[in-house]
C-alpha cells in the first residue's frame, strides 16, 4: 500500500477512535465489530491477493491385471502338399479275389 493510503487509515481510526471514547460502553461495542468485520474481510481479500491459484488435479492410476500365462496349443505339423516334380506314381492295389469261391472250396 502506499504511504498516503496508510495515513488516512490511520487518520480514520483516530477519528473513530475519538468519537468511541465520548460514546457510551454499547456504542463502543458496535462500533468495535463494525471494525472487526471489516479487518476480516480485508484479511480475507489479502490472502486472496497473495495466495497463488494453483489447481489441484486427481489422477487416479490403474493397475492392470496380472496376466495368467496360458500355454498356447501345440501346433499340428501339417505336411506342405507335394509338388509335381516331388510326386511318387501311385502302385495299383490287387484286386481281391473272390471269397465265396474260397469258402466253398474248403
Do not use: F, H, W
Request: proline share 7%; hydrophobic share 40%; net charge positive.
Amino acid at each position: 500500500m502506499n504511504n498516503e493510503v496508510l495515513k488516512d487509515v490511520q487518520q480514520a481510526l483516530n477519528t473513530i477512535r475519538a468519537l468511541a471514547d465520548k460514546a457510551d460502553a454499547e456504542t463502543k461495542m458496535a462500533a468495535l465489530q463494525l471494525i472487526l468485520g471489516t479487518s476480516q474481510s480485508v484479511v480475507a481479500l489479502a490472502k486472496k491477493l497473495t495466495t497463488p491459484n494453483t489447481k489441484t488435479k486427481v489422477i487416479k492410476a490403474y493397475l492392470p491385471k496380472e496376466k495368467v500365462a496360458q500355454k498356447e496349443p501345440e501346433q499340428q505339423q501339417i505336411a506342405e502338399p507335394a509338388t509335381l516334380s516331388q510326386q511318387q506314381p501311385l502302385k495299383p492295389i490287387p484286386s481281391l479275389s473272390n471269397q465265396r469261391n474260397d469258402l466253398e472250396n474248403m
